[in-house]
């Protein structure tokens, strides 16, 4: 009877795990860009409109951009690109998706931190990027 529980003990321990396993972004059956938008549990999904920005240069692999600072991403056009995707679907940015971090970006960023109760200052911070799902 001691061996029906370690077994039952083992197979609870590792429902966890599995259940993580199945909740990863896996890129044999998603978009392996590294950019590309994703739906509120962060998962990836396809964008019907193409953008100038689209096809920018940008890293292949998504953990290159947990490296580069905030100011090293605004003079990316493919990374604000997708920020201001992300703003306009949230409905804080209402401009032209061109890849330029203008006063029109930093006030959507702005409105975006006030309504989540974040520190206000305009500009891309970590929780900002992870608010919008962006690496």
């Known amino acids: 009877m001691t061996m029906k529980k370690?077994?039952?003990a083992m197979i609870v321990s590792a429902l966890p795990g599995i259940?993580?396993?199945?909740?990863?972004?896996?890129?044999?059956?998603h978009s392996t860009d590294s950019l590309a938008s994703r739906?509120?549990?962060?998962?990836?999904?396809?964008?019907?409109?193409?953008?100038?920005t689209d096809t920018a240069p940008r890293y292949h692999w998504r953990p290159l951009y947990y490296l580069e600072g905030?100011?090293?991403?605004?003079?990316?056009?493919?990374?604000?690109?997708?920020?201001?995707?992300?703003?306009?679907?949230r409905g804080y940015y209402c401009g032209e998706i061109d890849g330029l971090f203008s006063a029109e970006v930093s006030?959507?960023?702005?409105?975006?931190?006030?309504?989540?109760?974040?520190?206000?200052?305009?500009?891309v911070t970590i929780p900002v990027r992870r608010a919008l799902y962006l690496p």
Do not use: C
């Open 6 to 8: 370690a077994l039952l």
């Open 19 to 29: 259940a993580a396993a199945q909740m990863e972004d896996r890129p044999l059956f």
């Open 39 to 52: 739906d509120d549990w962060g998962l990836v999904h396809q964008s019907p409109v193409l953008n100038p």
């Open 70 to 89: 905030g100011r090293d991403l605004v003079q990316q056009p493919a990374y604000i690109g997708a920020l201001q995707r992300e703003l306009r679907r």
């Open 107 to 123: 006030d959507a960023v702005a409105r975006m931190q006030k309504n989540y109760s974040m520190r206000v200052t305009g500009t």
